[in-house]
């Protein structure tokens, strides 16, 4: 069973997140990481190959305060289940045609 774990502090690391979950014999650990600053995003994913184990961490591990933030432990969900965000618009609004006097010739 795949482990959604967020709310974690910055500084913990994927051996950090490891040792957090090692009394539940993670198979495989990931911090989710931002590509550009390579810093913590602050949630990540622990698989656990028993079910009955991975049940026992989530009610273990829900709510565990962790310097000083308290982990949301769950289920991952699949991508498909997650609600879409829309768009951003970066375009702003308005009419869009206007660039002010900047291309008129001045006599």
């Known amino acids: 069973m795949k482990l959604y774990i967020g709310n974690l ?4 690391d994927d051996e950090g997140l490891k040792n957090l979950f090692s009394e539940y ?3 495989e650990v990931s911090l989710i990481k931002d590509k550009f600053s390579g810093r913590s ?16 961490a989530i009610s273990e591990m829900n709510g565990k ?5 308290e982990l949301k432990v ?18 702003g609004g308005g009419s869009g045609g206007s660039r002010g006097n900047f291309n ?4």
């Open 41 to 56: 995003k602050g949630f990540g994913f622990v698989t656990i190959s028993d079910d009955e184990v991975a049940k026992k």
């Open 65 to 69: 305060d962790v310097e000083g933030r």
């Open 74 to 91: 769950s289920e991952a969900r699949p991508m498909e289940d997650m609600p879409r965000r829309p768009p951003r618009n970066f375009g």
């Open 9 to 12: 502090p910055f500084s913990i």
């Open 25 to 27: 014999n993670p198979e």
């Open 104 to 107: 008129r010739r001045r006599f």
